[in-house]
């Protein structure tokens, strides 16, 4: 899980989600749902193999709350709750602090 790729990934939605916190252009918030959406899927399916399942349900929580298609609408104060939790955990993801090893 030390590959940089995945860091990547997950660095980039967390600049996103820092980003979001604060007063954004409506458009931003469109973006932002697709990028996590596209990153957080193909975060899953490159780690598909390591990820615990836990994780794996979390994330697709994390997918299924931010998806683009279907969105689901909140007040803006639950927004920037649930953008820094999202983002506080996909940090410690992308450093390992996590048990990644699937029990087997």
């Known amino acids: 899980m030390n ?3 995945y860091q ?3 660095r ?3 600049v996103l989600l820092l980003g979001s916190v604060f007063n954004q252009p409506y458009w931003f918030y469109d973006i932002l749902r ?3 959406s596209v990153g957080l899927i193909v975060y899953l399916i490159l780690n598909r193999e390591v990820l615990i399942n836990l994780h794996k349900y979390i994330l697709g929580g994390i997918v299924v709350l931010f998806n683009p298609l279907l969105p ?3 007040s803006k104060s639950t927004w920037r709750v649930l953008d820094i939790v999202i983002l506080l955990y ?4 992308g450093e390992n602090k996590f048990d ?3 029990e087997s």
Do not use: G, H, N, P
């Open 3 to 5: 590959d940089v790729r």
């Open 8 to 10: 990547v990934i997950t």
């Open 12 to 14: 980039i939605i967390c």
């Open 34 to 36: 697709v990028i996590i």
């Open 72 to 74: 689901i609408y909140l």
């Open 90 to 93: 996909l940090l410690f993801l």
């Open 100 to 102: 990644f090893k699937k």
